[in-house]
Nanobody, 121 residues
Framework: QVHVEESGGGLVQAGGSLRLSCVAS????????ISWYRHVTGKERELIAS???????NYADSVKGRFTISRDSAKNTAYLQMNSLKVEDTAVYYC???????????????WGQGTQVIVSS
């Protein structure tokens, strides 16, 4: 069994910063790519950042230069450092991890429950 959980969301003022964490736990053989998505009501979930097992990163244009994704593979953890936050960054942020669990011995997507980020003006 694998559990993915995000944390670090909250309420911040525009221009402020937050650091989100994503931890994969359980009976895990390995964790591959980890991605951050965000979702607002009425819109499709948006991929905003991803990081490969080797550390290669990709960012959506909307967050490039402001957000930084990183990982600590030894802890099966990824982070999203969000700086210069804007009101339009308000969303529920979800973590997706490609995990090989011992139960399946094949890579599968695991999602967290989401963490709310609210940026006020």
């Amino acid at each position: 069994q694998v559990h993915v959980e995000e944390s670090g969301g909250g309420l911040v003022q525009a221009g402020g910063s937050l650091r989100l964490s994503c931890v994969a736990s359980g009976t895990i053989l390995s964790v591959g790519a980890i991605s951050w998505y965000r979702h607002v009501t009425g819109k499709e979930r948006e991929l905003i950042a991803s990081i490969s097992f080797g550390g290669a990163t990709n960012y959506a244009d909307s967050v490039k230069g402001r957000f930084t994704i990183s990982r600590d593979s030894a802890k099966n953890t990824a982070y999203l450092q969000m700086n210069s936050l804007k009101v339009e960054d308000t969303a529920v942020y979800y973590c997706n991890a490609e995990v090989v669990a011992t139960s399946y011995q094949t890579e599968y997507d695991y999602w967290g429950q989401g963490t709310q980020v609210i940026v006020s003006s």
